[in-house]
């Protein structure tokens, strides 16, 4: 069983920058792919990045390529996503996802494990 708490929404205004936090608990940290998703309302979730066991592999949504970073420590069992030139479009909850694979994958339904997500909201 893995835990997963995501940290670090808020309200910003466009252009701001933001970094999230996802603190994971459980099992081998590094054996697990992490992945980013968001749910904006009256939206389905999608996908916004993922990053491999090792961290070396990482991929993005196109749409969020240059803006959008995810990284990992895996001493200490936490994902990131820095997200910068936030627009009024990337509000939505965020959700923090592992997978039991160090492979990465878009696809939520890859994933075993998800956090509560956090609340982003981007003002105009």
């Known amino acids: 069983q893995v835990q997963l708490v995501e940290s670090g929404g808020g309200l910003v205004q466009a252009g701001d920058s933001l970094r999230l936090s996802c603190a994971a608990s459980?099992?081998?940290?590094?054996?697990?792919?992490m992945g980013w998703f968001r749910q904006a309302p009256g939206k389905e979730r999608e996908f916004v990045a993922s990053?491999?066991?090792?961290?070396?592999?990482?991929y993005y949504a196109d749409s969020r390529k240059g803006r959008f970073t995810i990284s990992r420590d895996n001493a200490k069992n936490t994902v990131y996503l820095q997200m910068n030139n936030l627009t009024p479009e990337d509000t939505a909850v965020y959700y923090c996802?592992?997978?039991?694979?160090?492979?990465?994958?878009?696809?939520?339904?890859?994933?075993?494990?998800w956090g509560q997500g956090t609340q982003v909201t981007v003002s105009s």
């Open positions: 990053i491999s066991g090792s961290g070396r592999n990482t």
């Open positions: 459980g099992r081998t940290f590094s054996n697990y792919a």
């Open positions: 996802a592992a997978r039991s694979s160090v492979q990465i994958t878009t696809r939520s339904s890859a994933y075993n494990y």
